[in-house]
């Protein structure tokens, strides 16, 4: 019984992993943001995380 949660975890932890890489691909959010506005880290990640979905779509 774990085993297979543990299997299931493990399988959707892989997908989450592959895609924070994929986006990172863009280099904007793998540098240090010195803006201390959260509106724009969020654009910053909104805008990769819709690049990527669009990539892999």
């Avoid at 240090?32 to 959260?38: A, D, F, G, V």
């Amino acid at each position: 019984m774990q085993h297979r949660a543990n299997r299931h975890h493990s399988s959707i932890r892989v997908l989450v992993e592959h895609a924070i890489a994929g986006i990172k691909t863009f280099h904007c959010l793998t540098h240090r943001i010195r803006n201390q506005s959260s509106a724009l880290i969020d654009q910053f990640f909104g805008l990769a995380g819709g690049l990527w979905n669009y990539k892999i779509s």
